[in-house]
């Protein structure tokens, strides 16, 4: 590999060192290894470096463990998989003033120096580029000042060619917006803000054709151009995209075919006894030899009898052997060939480097430069915290007034569903009749109420899906997306509460006064928001929007059955229903609240005529079973009570999701062979 002085003295590169990942051994049957069991490999004892200034193309087959790799390499491995080997970035710093020379220090890999851009483009639909620029940047530099952040928007925008669609909205369900092309090169402008030194892509033209293909990977080499390292997985490019990269990792079933520059890869394959046909694209000649899928199309072909075999393999060579000798040839090939030597020899002459630079330094060493940064930024940390909610809850404001299924599609439903059942109850009075029809209107209000906080889930699942991408890369943590995300809706809630709650109380005539309408609606409005919050928990456990769908709704009929409008509280079986579901049910503590906010204070008549009118006090208490030891407040306060812990809920369960499914896990031990030390040569 060339520029092999501009590296070690001008340049970085990352370098990957007999690195395995394997799954659990209790989900793989165990077999034997020196003695120690192990579990499958997903990659299997690579060892490369991609350096600065040029981009790395990662291909192989389905399944052959590319997105593992690049997961490998930026951290981003499960806790479900170990991993074996070493993965250490590689730069060089100025030696000090009075002297152009340069010093090498090796440091693990954090999230500071990786930006990771995902096969799925996530994006908040109803900003526009810019906004969206606006806003990661806000986020991932919360130093810089305004001039300084429009600067940078715009020298992204300018490299990644956004300029066109600069105010153009990226689009959702009911908004067109910007081509997969633009939203693919958006992805990665998003992810380049903070100036990182690795950039790994999975699949970074998916989807796209190949003027679309082109583009984005002429956007990556004028990255890499930039000093930064691009790794880039990739699925059979065409010819032209092909020749934009520098180099070319092939791996088949988690094993290296071959490293090295791309223009090298012919010449391995031919010396290998698989030359790339004239016509043929070598990407895709490459993939025809180490995917195994072509001996099922093979032997599909063969039982056809307009097939003529001889014809095919005086044509193609391949149709001789099968893809698995194939496979294993050019492994073997590559083990012994000048590239794999060529790798290892870089490796070691930057540890010789490295070993160097400690001995004529002595104290100094890369580990003592971390914690300086990490303290600097510690001295920043309420300001950058207080910066993040500020611009989270502007762009959750942004978002749920853009998107109209957000809430406005919602509020209308509210305010229809306020005016039907005041069309049904209307001046409900006070007869005999009305003591169990304020009950059903009560039932009838909160069920329907709260289940259309079901109809935010979709939305939710999108927002999540954004904060994951974001929390991933350490802009921000949970604490404060929950509390800007509910910042953010609150003139919603507050909103559909007064209207709706308005509309039907005034229809109704429940209990006349100014305060019994406030409370009606702050009733509400906590019934609405604790909904929300537990809605909102589901989806962050439920990713998958038809499970989540069912397991809200599921839960959402949890909480209204130990209502009391349906049986009065002493009757509930106390196993289950009364303890604790009743406790933790909000449609009762709404329900139970709303009555005592209705009832108390009135007179009903008599079913019996020339009976005494019956107060409703004693209707509360001998029809529904309540306890009027207590205020109605506290039913509110319970409400309150709810609303903070599935908040708090939501902390944690994005918390244990995100520990689970994302970044820097700490090396396992190898549950393969022992990767081989660098040797100082």
């Given at each position: 590999m060339d520029s092999e002085a501009e590296t070690t003295v001008g340049g970085s590169c990352l370098v990957w060192q007999e690195l395995s990942v394997t799954l659990a051994s209790n989900n793989f049957g165990s077999h034997g290894n020196g003695g120690s069991s192990t579990g499958k490999y997903l990659v299997n004892g690579l060892t490369g470096l991609a350096q600065s200034h040029r981009i790395m193309a990662v291909m192989g087959p389905s399944g052959s463990g590319k997105s593992t790799f690049l997961d490998a390499l930026a951290g981003r491995l499960t806790m479900k998989v170990a991993m074996a080997g070493k993965v250490e970035l590689i730069s060089s710093c100025p030696a000090g003033s009075g002297t152009t020379k340069k010093k090498i220090r090796s440091s693990p890999v954090t999230c500071r120096d990786v930006s990771y851009v995902t096969q799925e483009d996530v994006f908040l639909g109803t900003l526009t580029v810019k906004e969206t620029l606006s806003f990661g940047a806000r986020l991932r530099l919360p130093g810089l000042t305004k001039t300084e952040l429009d600067e940078v928007i715009e020298d992204t925008m300018a490299k990644m060619g956004l300029e066109e669609c600069a105010d153009t909205t990226i689009g959702n369900w009911h908004l067109?917006?910007?081509?997969?092309?633009?939203?693919?090169?958006?992805?990665?402008?998003?992810?380049?803000?903070?100036?990182?030194?690795?950039?790994?892509?999975?699949?970074?033209?998916t989807g796209l054709d190949s003027a679309a293909s082109f583009f984005v990977v002429q956007a990556l080499r004028n990255i890499a151009r930039d000093g930064k390292i691009v790794v880039c997985s990739i699925h059979q490019p065409t010819n032209d995209v092909f020749r934009l990269f520098d180099d070319l990792l092939l791996i088949s079933c988690g094993e290296a075919v071959y490293f090295g520059e791309c223009q090298g890869a012919v010449k391995f394959f031919a010396e290998s006894g698989f030359p790339c046909p004239t016509r043929r694209n070598p990407p895709d000649h490459f993939l025809r030899c180490i995917t195994p899928e072509f001996d099922q199309v093979l032997a599909a072909l063969k039982q056809t009898q307009r097939m003529n075999h001889a014809e095919l393999a005086a044509a193609d060579g391949l149709l001789n052997g099968t893809t698995a000798e194939t496979r294993a040839t050019l492994v073997k090939k590559y083990k012994s060939s000048t590239f794999s030597e060529t790798a290892t020899k870089k490796i070691q002459e930057l540890a010789l480097l490295l070993a160097q630079e400690k001995h004529d330094d002595g104290s100094q060493s890369s580990s003592e430069v971390v914690p300086v940064k990490r303290r600097q930024i510690g001295k920043k940390q309420h300001?950058?915290?207080?910066?993040?909610?500020?611009?989270?809850?502007?762009?959750?404001?942004?978002?749920?007034?853009?998107?109209?299924?957000?809430?406005?599609?919602r509020i209308f439903f509210y305010i229809m569903v306020a005016l039907s059942t005041g069309t049904l109850e209307f001046d409900i009075g006070t007869s005999s009749a009305a003591v169990i029809a304020r009950g059903k209107v009560d039932g009838f209000l909160y069920g329907l109420m709260i289940c259309l906080s079901i109809g935010g889930l979709p939305f939710f699942l999108d927002e999540i899906k954004a904060f994951r991408g974001e929390r991933e890369g350490g802009y921000y943590g949970e604490a404060v997306y929950v509390l800007s995300n509910f910042l953010s809706s609150l003139p919603f809630t507050i909103f559909i509460s007064i209207s709706s709650g308005s509309i039907l109380y005034s229809m109704v005539k429940f209990h006349p006064g100014f305060s019994h309408l406030l409370y009606f609606c702050i009733n509400l409005f906590f019934c609405i928001s604790v909904s929300e919050a537990c809605v909102f928990v589901t989806a962050s456990l439920v990713s998958n929007p038809l499970p989540a769908m069912g397991t809200a709704i599921g839960v959402t009929v949890l909480n209204l059955m130990p209502s009391i409008v349906f049986r009065p509280l002493p009757d509930l079986p106390k196993i289950f229903w009364r303890y604790p579901l009743s406790y933790i049910s909000y449609a009762a503590w709404g329900t139970q609240g709303n009555l005592k906010n209705d009832m108390m204070g009135l007179e009903f008549d008599s079913a019996i005529p020339g009976r005494p009118k019956i107060t409703g006090e004693f209707i509360l208490t001998n029809t529904y079973g309540m306890n009027l030891r207590y205020s109605k407040w506290r039913d509110v306060a319970a409400l309150f009570c709810l609303l903070l812990a599935y908040r708090v809920l939501l902390v944690f369960t994005l918390h244990y999701k995100q520990r689970i499914s994302s970044p820097f896990r700490r090396t396992q031990p190898n549950r393969g062979p022992k990767p081989t030390t660098i040797q100082q040569a």
């Open positions: 067109r917006g910007i081509s997969g092309g633009e939203r693919r090169r958006l992805s990665i402008g998003v992810e380049i803000l903070a100036q990182p030194l690795v950039l790994c892509l999975d699949e970074a033209t300001h950058q915290w207080w910066s993040q909610f500020r611009t989270l809850t502007h762009r959750s404001s942004l978002h749920m007034c853009r998107d109209l299924g957000y809430y406005w599609l």
